[in-house]
């Protein structure tokens, strides 16, 4: 059972029942103790059948099956019959061996840049996004992009590998000579199709995407400014003549 979902507890006493207060069933985790809380609307008091329920909290967590208390805990309410009589509380013990939580859903521990040095076109930049454990790409690779500004122009890194491990890694296309900035890039985050993502632990708890610390890609220089200088023609320049060097930029200059 996984963050939000909920462990039903069904207590049937056979004929109807009333059923005053919060009655509640302790259950022991491994991350601690929680309570399954009699549920009204759930529960059918007509024919005797009270159900109690826990729902999974962030970071509830059992691996080797939950135990629940063999009594109901009236705190301060009442379960009686149609006579007032009171019921008997107690109850042979639930196996519950079989019912694992997982409420611990996967968070961002460590966001990479590609390493601080100057890119030019045809290279490719890549990030690596680690999270505190496993992690799926549900819905193949649900068009997951990191956005990016180079300069004024944006550009997405791609998903491209990682789903089953702690580590996605995203891509750029090659970098063109539209892409140039001497002051660093520009990191948004991660999104999806529809501005959905869908990053999962291996039972299926969505992902928080959030980082850690704000990616940092001020080392990354692109396509840094630089001339392409030509001479004039070969030939023997005489007195008067002028011999000329041409730089050129590839983009507007001041």
Same mark, same amino acid.
């Given at each position: ?22 009655? /509640? @069933?302790? !259950? $022991?985790?491994? =991350?601690?103790?929680? *309570? +399954?809380? #009699? ?105 997951? /992009? @990191?956005? !990016? $500004?180079?300069? =004024?122009?944006?550009? *997405? +890194?791609? #998903? ?43 039972n299926g708890n969505n992902g928080t ?46």
């Amino acid at each position: 059972y996984i963050l939000g979902e909920s462990v039903n507890l069904t207590a049937n006493f056979g004929r109807p029942v009333q059923v005053t207060g919060t009655p /509640t @069933i302790a !259950l $022991t985790l491994d =991350s601690g103790p929680e *309570n +399954a809380t #009699y549920d009204p609307i759930a529960s059918n008091v007509a024919n005797g059948t009270l159900v109690f329920r826990y729902r999974v909290g962030v970071d509830d967590e059992d691996i080797d099956g939950i135990a629940a208390a063999t009594t109901i805990t009236l705190n301060g309410g009442s379960i009686t019959d149609a006579f007032g009589n009171q019921a008997i509380t107690s109850f042979a013990p639930v196996n519950t061996l079989g019912i694992n939580v997982d409420g611990d859903v996967p968070d961002i521990a460590n966001f990479t840049t590609p390493a601080a040095g100057v890119y030019s076109s045809g290279q490719t930049l890549a990030f690596s996004v680690k999270f505190d454990q496993a992690v799926n790409v549900a819905n193949g690779n649900d068009n997951l /992009t @990191i956005p !990016l $500004t180079i300069g =004024s122009t944006a550009l *997405n +890194a791609a #998903y491209v590998r990682g789903s089953g491990t702690d580590t996605l890694v995203f891509e750029t296309p090659a970098l063109n000579n539209s892409h140039f900035t001497s002051t660093g890039i520009s990191i948004g985050q991660i999104t999806g199709t529809n501005n959905t993502v869908t990053i999962q632990d291996l039972n299926g708890n969505n992902g928080t995407l959030s980082y850690p610390t704000p990616p940092d890609g001020s080392g990354v220089v692109i396509n840094r400014i630089g001339p392409n200088v030509t001479a004039s023609a070969d030939d023997t320049y005489i007195l008067g003549e002028s011999v000329n060097l041409t730089a050129n930029f590839g983009r507007p200059v001041q």
